[in-house]
């Protein structure tokens, strides 16, 4: 278990005997964390399940003691549930939805993008796209903007050369069906879904300039040949989010990206949850 066994300037722990200290401080991490979950009422809830120790928050490859309280507001609670109810399943990925969640904030308070199209490349079930979607109704700003959804939509993992074949087995984070999908974007009719296969379902698709995309293709090749003919459709201004760009085992996706934005002289921020975030400045 994580623990935090310091004791700082000006606490009454120092008041306390030596011997004794060890079982405060114990104390004091129970009180701050598991007890202070219970007093208020979080049993169950978003913030509960990710506290997986008293002072310290692990989830998503990130153990973290600063403040989370991002993950029990209320917004989030909501665009989560949402997800996970429309999605059959919580991915335990609260961070890289909130950080897609503030670039479509920004991009539909942005003059120069806030009417244009949001193109997902790789939705498998739905989960940030619809949290995304869940997270405006919220607040009572819907999403209004046409809304591309791109995947094969089929439930085999990918192989390392980039097909899905039943021999790869079911994947449990993709789409079941694109019945399933569609089923679950139902109440939002500006969504369009596209299935096929990457980039040539690209061309079933009629949409002008883009003001966020969000990639999530487990592949860097084809990854690397979607953003060579979208990228001239990113609006300045507009949010570009790689899922996988410095997730663990993506180091080819990594290296490719970060060379193609290199040469559009675009400035990737890694994100700790393995997300790269680009806004288009040129």
């Given at each position: 278990?994580?623990w ?7 606490s ?6 030596r011997f004794?200290?060890f079982f405060?401080?114990i104390l004091?991490?129970l009180?701050?964390?598991v007890?202070?979950n219970l007093?208020?009422?979080n049993v169950?809830?978003?913030?509960f399940n ?10 998503d ?9 991002i ?5 989030m609670?909501y665009?989560?549930n ?5 999605c059959g399943?919580?991915y335990?990925i ?7 969640i503030w670039?479509i904030?920004y991009v539909?308070s942005?003059?120069s993008?806030?009417?244009l199209?949001i193109v997902?490349?790789g939705?498998?079930r739905g989960?940030?796209m619809?949290?995304?979607?869940s997270s ?6 819907s999403?209004?903007?046409p809304i ?6 089929s ?7 980039g097909?899905?074949e039943?021999q790869?087995?079911v994947h449990?984070?993709?789409a079941?069906?694109i ?6 974007f139902?109440?939002?009719?500006n ?6 296969l990457?980039?040539?379902s690209l061309n079933q698709?009629?949409?002008g300039s883009?003001?966020f995309?969000?990639?999530?293709l487990?592949?860097?090749k084809?990854?690397l040949e979607v953003?060579k ?5 990113i ?8 899922d996988?760009?410095g997730?663990?085992?993506f180091?080819?996706?990594?290296k490719?990206?970060?060379?193609f934005?290199g040469?559009v ?6 994100s700790?949850y393995?997300?790269g ?6």
């Open positions: 278990m994580f935090d066994m310091n004791i700082y300037a000006g009454k722990l120092l008041k306390v005997p004794m200290r405060f401080v004091r991490d009180k701050n964390g007890f202070r007093l208020n009422g169950g809830s978003l913030g990710y506290l997986v120790t008293p002072s310290y928050f692990v989830f490859g990130v153990i973290t003691r600063h403040n989370m309280n993950i029990n507001s209320a917004r609670e665009s989560i949402q997800a996970s109810l429309q399943r919580d335990q609260p961070m890289r939805l909130h950080q897609a670039a904030d539909l942005n003059k993008t806030k009417d199209s997902e490349i939705t498998g989960f940030i619809s949290g995304i979607l405006r109704d919220f607040i009572k700003s999403v209004k903007n591309y959804l791109f995947d094969t939509f439930p085999y993992a990918v192989s390392i050369s097909g899905q039943s790869n087995g449990p984070f993709y079941e069906s019945e399933s999908v569609k089923n679950a139902s109440k939002w009719p969504v369009n879904i596209i299935q096929g990457l980039p040539e698709a009629s949409f883009i003001g995309l969000h990639l999530d487990n592949n860097a084809v990854e953003l003919q979208l990228w001239p459709k609006q300045i201004g507009g949010v570009v989010i790689s996988d760009y997730y663990l085992g180091d080819e996706t990594y490719t990206l970060s060379n934005f040469e002289s675009a400035t990737v921020l890694t700790a393995g997300q975030i680009v806004i288009k400045t040129e």
